[in-house]
Every structure is written in structure tokens, then in C-alpha cells.
């Protein structure tokens, strides 16, 4: 089949930091689907596996964890779906990724693809959909339809993770959201998406607070550049606040929330996968409740940038663009 990977941790300027390849059909454990991909989505966890995760000699690895396609062939365990049903799934951190004609999938962390959206419009969706609703739902602990009264704030309102937590946020909950963007086109974007205020992270952030009269608030989703904001986020947040950190901050000062009594939370949405919790079906469960969701109209694709077919040239593009740390929603990439 064909697939795109990598043989070596190399700068994305490099021409072979992504290359095109011949991979064999994977064959589907007992509980998997095999699933021919359609559309894949591209997230920051690609480029960090590829110039971060050394390989074995010899080894190509297969990159990509947000996928839409349909079933192929289901393994003897599986229950929930059947050859020629379409879905879309984020996959394991410890399997090979998306970004091949075929994939092996756990079915307990896949959900059935939104109908009303095309492959492309929902490959954007699973990695960060599941991310924003696990910070938001079990790790902040918010209750559905709950929030009245309070603030959330989230920062990098228009990335991948934030597109999809700002409509979470607003359409399942009663948060006023505050979302922080700098450009006018990520001001719009967070804006479109349900954002009741936007401030600039580029500019001192309490003071933008205390200028749209909420200068504390109980709620952050520290999504990006966290070890830079943390003394403001632990400066903004209420007494007993919470604050849910996804990104990978080399130092942070936690002591700065013990006068507070804040608590610091992590969000990392390949845990249930990686050590297969007894909790993990919880992924499948969260996507098809998103997929009802987008088919009554209550939430929105958050796809940003259709870069083209799937090879290695496009995907080149792609990781180079989310490596800029520019993206307004999610890149996708879709046939082969
Ligand atoms: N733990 C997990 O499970 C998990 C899951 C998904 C992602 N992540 C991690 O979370 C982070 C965010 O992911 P993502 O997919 O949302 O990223 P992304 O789509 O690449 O985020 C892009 C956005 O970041 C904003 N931004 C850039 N520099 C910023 C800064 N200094 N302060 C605040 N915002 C800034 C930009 O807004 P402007 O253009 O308006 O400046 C842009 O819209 C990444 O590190 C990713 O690896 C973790």
C-alpha cells in the first residue's frame, strides 16, 4: 500500500524528512478495524514524533493521528462496526499513524464519521475534539450545561485544539469564554466559533482582562506556549481556579498556585490508548456524541487548510505550516 513516513528525525527543510513508500497491508487484531483512509488532518504531535522520537535503523515510521475512511474488514472481537461503515478516529501514539491507504484501528477509540460532513471537513475533527472535550469534561471538570457565573479562559483560541473547545464550550456548557488570539484573521476565527470575548496573547493579558471586566476567572485551557504565560495565567486565575496544561512546558512554577489553592490538570489524549484504560471506549462514546452533534448543526468542521492529495510533498507543506505555530483550525490532506 502507499504510505508516507520517515526514516530519520530531520528539519522539515530537508527533502527527505518525510518520504513516500511502499508499506505492507496491516492486518487487523482481534478488536481492530482496518480502515481504508480517505482524509487525514495534521497536528503538532506529527512533527514532534518526527524530529523528537528517535527510530531503529532501518525502521520507517508512519505518521498522522486524525483520520476519516471507511472499514474494510473488522477483526473477530469487534461489535460496533461493520465493512462499509465510514468513520473517523484520532488512533494510538504507539501504532503506526494515518497516513497510509490502510490502518488498524482499536474500534473502542473510533467514532462513526459525521454524514453531514465530507471525508476532509471531518478528518479535521478527532485528535482535538477528543482532547477538548477530556480537558474540558474530565479533567476541569465541568458539568454538562454547568458554568453559569463562570469563565473559561483558553488560550490559543484558534489553533486545532482551541477551534473545537470554544464551540464545546459554548454550545454543551454555560461558560462566558474568553479566547486569546493575535492576528485579525484568529481574532475572527475565535470569534465565529463562539468566543463571547478575545484578547491578544501578544499583549499584557491581565490588563486586557480587567478592560473587558472579567480580571479573574475560574477555568483555563492552557493549550500552547504555557511555560511562557504561566505567571499570568496563575495571576489571572480565581482562588480554587483550575488550569489544564496539553502542550509540553519544560519548567512551570506550580508553587505559584498554592496561595490560591488552584489546581494544575493534564490533558493528554493518548493516555486511554497507550495504556488501554479501563475507561478508554470513553473516545468511541465522545465521538459519535460530536458526530450527532455536527449533524444537528450544533458544532462545525474546524477544518482551515485543504493542502491536497496525501504524499510526501504536501505533507511537507503541511508539518512546515503547523510547525510555525500559524494555524487557524486544522490542515487537511485527502486521497492518495
Ligand atoms: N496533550 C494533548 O493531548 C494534546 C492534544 C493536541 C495538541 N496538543 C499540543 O497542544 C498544543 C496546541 O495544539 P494545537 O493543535 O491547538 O496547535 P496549533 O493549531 O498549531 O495552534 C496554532 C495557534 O497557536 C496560537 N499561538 C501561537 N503562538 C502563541 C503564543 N505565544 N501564545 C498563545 N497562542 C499562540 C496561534 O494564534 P495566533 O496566530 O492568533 O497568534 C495559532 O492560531 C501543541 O503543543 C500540541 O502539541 C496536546
Not at 196 to 205: G, N, Q
Not at 287 to 301: I, K, N, P
Request: aromatic share 6%.
Amino acid at each position: 500500500m502507499k504510505a508516507v513516513g520517515h526514516r530519520a528525525n530531520l528539519p522539515i527543510t530537508d527533502p527527505n524528512a518525510l518520504i513516500d513508500f511502499d508499506a505492507p497491508k496491516p492486518a487487523p487484531g482481534p478488536r481492530d478495524l482496518l480502515v481504508r483512509v480517505a482524509a487525514v488532518a495534521i497536528n503538532p504531535v506529527d512533527w514532534k514524533v518526527r524530529t523528537r522520537f528517535p527510530l531503529p535503523a532501518g525502521e520507517t515510521r508512519i505518521l498522522g493521528w486524525d483520520a476519516c475512511g471507511t472499514v474494510e474488514a473488522a477483526g473477530a472481537g469487534v461489535r460496533r462496526f461493520r465493512p462499509g461503515d465510514q468513520v473517523y478516529y484520532a488512533g494510538s501514539l504507539v501504532r503506526p499513524g494515518s497516513n497510509a491507504e490502510f490502518q488498524a484501528v482499536d474500534e473502542r477509540i473510533v467514532g462513526r464519521k459525521p454524514k453531514s460532513l465530507s471525508v476532509a471537513e471531518a478528518a479535521a475533527l478527532p485528535l482535538t475534539t477528543i482532547t477538548a472535550w477530556e480537558l474540558l469534561f474530565d479533567r476541569l471538570g465541568v458539568v454538562r450545561g454547568g458554568g453559569r457565573g463562570q469563565s473559561l479562559l483558553v488560550v490559543g483560541g484558534a489553533g486545532g485544539v482551541g477551534s473545537i473547545l470554544i464551540q464545546l464550550a459554548r454550545e454543551l456548557t454555560q461558560l462566558t469564554i474568553i479566547a486569546t488570539a493575535s492576528r485579525p484573521e484568529t481574532i475572527q476565527w475565535c470569534q465565529q466559533f463562539g468566543a463571547h470575548k478575545v484578547i491578544d496573547h501578544t499583549k499584557p493579558m491581565a490588563d486586557q482582562q480587567k478592560t473587558i471586566g472579567i480580571s479573574q476567572v475560574e477555568l483555563i485551557a492552557a493549550l500552547t506556549e504555557t511555560e511562557q504565560h504561566f505567571p499570568v495565567l496563575a495571576d489571572v486565575l480565581k482562588p480554587q481556579g483550575r488550569i489544564c496544561v496539553i502542550d509540553d512546558p519544560k519548567a512551570i512554577d506550580v508553587n505559584l498556585l498554592k496561595r490560591k489553592s488552584a489546581s494544575l490538570h493534564w490533558e493528554f489524549m493518548f493516555t486511554r490508548s497507550m495504556f488501554e484504560t479501563a475507561d478508554i471506549e470513553a473516545q468511541a462514546t465522545l465521538l459519535d456524541e460530536v458526530s450527532a452533534l455536527v449533524d444537528a448543526g450544533r458544532l462545525r468542521t474546524t477544518l482551515g487548510d485543504h493542502y491536497g492529495a496525501i504524499n510526501a510533498t504536501n505533507l511537507r507543506r503541511a508539518h512546515a505550516f503547523i510547525e510555525s505555530g500559524k494555524a487557524k483550525g486544522k490542515v487537511v490532506l485527502e486521497g492518495f
